[in-house]
């Protein structure tokens, strides 16, 4: 199947919000202008556009939670619209959604579904610093959104974290994710084969904080700790150990012991040895399951009842 997408100019957006004199009409404008093409997105994820008592949960939130940037942040919204244009960030993005489609294509992979709708959007540089100030979400097949405030240090990388989230558009096409019954080995999976998806069509320095950050006797200790924890369940306590504590106390998670990304660089090094052991292609370890990849890697001693 040949899967089409949409990009919509959400820099012409921004600007619009921007002569937009009030906080509930910037709102207004936010949900059912520049969050309506991802409605579905929302409504996967249980967040509505709208939510039915005033200073709900809603879309308005759940946007400001993940660090995109305030509506009212004028200066924040100006400054990064002018970068993103003055990079031409918009054909990038395209070109890169091109590339990861016709590289797919090519493996005989597709992404569920005929369209796929891409987003770009602000970012609060704040509430990223830990990131770089880029990050995204690609957990539903047929939509990405990848929220950054522009500097030098990830502008260069943003093919990289497009095709991340792409690879989970990919995965999330031929395995069902359930947020309730995910292990934290199932995500290790996840984002090792998102980013070495990254790694194969951009390079591993074009890799970001969360793999790149972490020092070599840390990434050992990190190991183990997570090594240990591979069938822990449910979302929270997962992503203790894939954040790392100081986003875990941002987002109320219990801490356990581990610096920023270390879920996501031990992850990436499991999908990297399993790969080169297993003389599997990323096109193949992608419709392998979670415990084949665990088990094939290498890295952790595993109980019996695993194998």
Request: glycine share 8%; hydrophobic share 40%; proline share 3%.
């Amino acid at each position: 199947m040949t899967t089409s997408y949409t990009l919509p100019n959400t820099l012409e957006q921004y600007k619009h919000l921007l002569t937009l004199d009030n906080l509930e009409e910037r709102k207004t404008f936010f949900r059912y202008t520049m969050m309506e093409p991802f409605q579905e997105m929302w409504k996967t994820i249980q967040v509505p556009l709208q939510a039915k008592q005033e200073n709900g949960y809603d879309v308005i939130m759940a946007t400001e939670m993940m660090g995109y940037a305030k509506l009212l942040d004028d200066r924040q919204i100006r400054d990064a619209v002018k970068v993103l244009e003055d990079n031409d960030v918009l054909k990038v993005a395209n070109q890169t959604l091109e590339t990861c489609l016709a590289t797919a294509a090519q493996a005989g992979l597709s992404i569920q579904g005929d369209q796929l709708t891409f987003g770009l959007f602000v970012a609060d540089l704040e509430k990223l610093q830990l990131q770089g100030g880029y990050t995204g979400f690609g957990g539903i097949p047929g939509f990405i959104a990848v929220h950054l405030f522009p500097n030098d240090y990830n502008l260069p990388k943003l093919p990289a974290l497009i095709a991340h989230e792409f690879h989970h558009n990919l995965r999330f096409s031929y395995f069902n994710w359930n947020h309730g019954n995910v292990t934290v080995g199932d995500y290790l999976v996840i984002e090792g084969l998102a980013d070495s998806f990254a790694k194969e069509l951009y390079g591993e320095e074009q890799l970001g904080p969360w793999v790149t950050s972490i020092e070599e006797d840390d990434l050992t200790y990190s190991s183990e700790v997570i090594g240990a924890a591979l069938d822990t369940k449910g979302f929270a306590e997962v992503s203790s150990y894939l954040f790392g504590d100081e986003i875990a106390k941002q987002q109320g998670y219990r801490p356990v012991g581990l610096s920023f990304g270390a879920g996501y660089a031990v992850g990436y090094e499991m999908v990297q040895s399993f790969m080169q052991r297993q003389k599997k292609t990323i096109w193949e370890a992608t419709l392998l399951s979670s415990d084949e990849i665990i088990r094939g890697s290498g890295m952790f001693s595993l109980k019996k009842d695993r194998l």
